[in-house]
Nanobody, 122 residues
Framework: QVELVESGGGLVQTGGSLRLSCVSS????????MAWFRQRPGKEREFVAS???????????KYEESVKGRFSIYRENFKNTLYLDMSSLKPEDTAIYYC????????????WGRGTQVTVSS
């Protein structure tokens, strides 16, 4: 059973930066497609970014349109850790951010963390 634990959230001013981390236990990170989702106040959970690890490199990186150029998803497989670097943060980025994982042949994300709160003040 894969367990995911996020950290790194907090309060930051508009234009600031944060790095979120997601540590995986119970499974090897390289076996999964990994992703970040977020749930903004009053909204449903939405996709932020994802990528897959194949043949020793990142493959098929995807970003939600509003975060392109500002957010970067990457991993350190030897640490079983996924990251989300966020810069030029905006108040509309305020949300609970979730880490998720799925098997390479799965159509939906099977494993979820509990989330970490990011608040961007104006």
């Amino acid at each position: 059973q894969v367990e995911l634990v996020e950290s790194g959230g907090g309060l930051v001013q508009t234009g600031g930066s944060l790095r979120l981390s997601c540590v995986s236990s119970g499974g090897t990170l390289s076996q999964y497609t990994m992703a970040w989702f977020r749930q903004r106040p009053g909204k449903e959970r939405e996709f932020v970014a994802s990528h897959t690890w194949r043949r020793g490199r990142v493959y098929d990186a995807k970003y939600e349109e509003s975060v392109k150029g500002r957010f970067s998803i990457y991993r350190e497989n030897f640490k079983n850790t996924l990251y989300l670097d966020m810069s030029s943060l905006k108040p509309e980025d305020t949300a609970i951010y979730y880490c998720a994982a799925k098997n390479l042949d799965s159509s939906s994300y099977e494993y979820w963390g509990r989330g970490t709160q990011v608040t961007v003040s104006s």
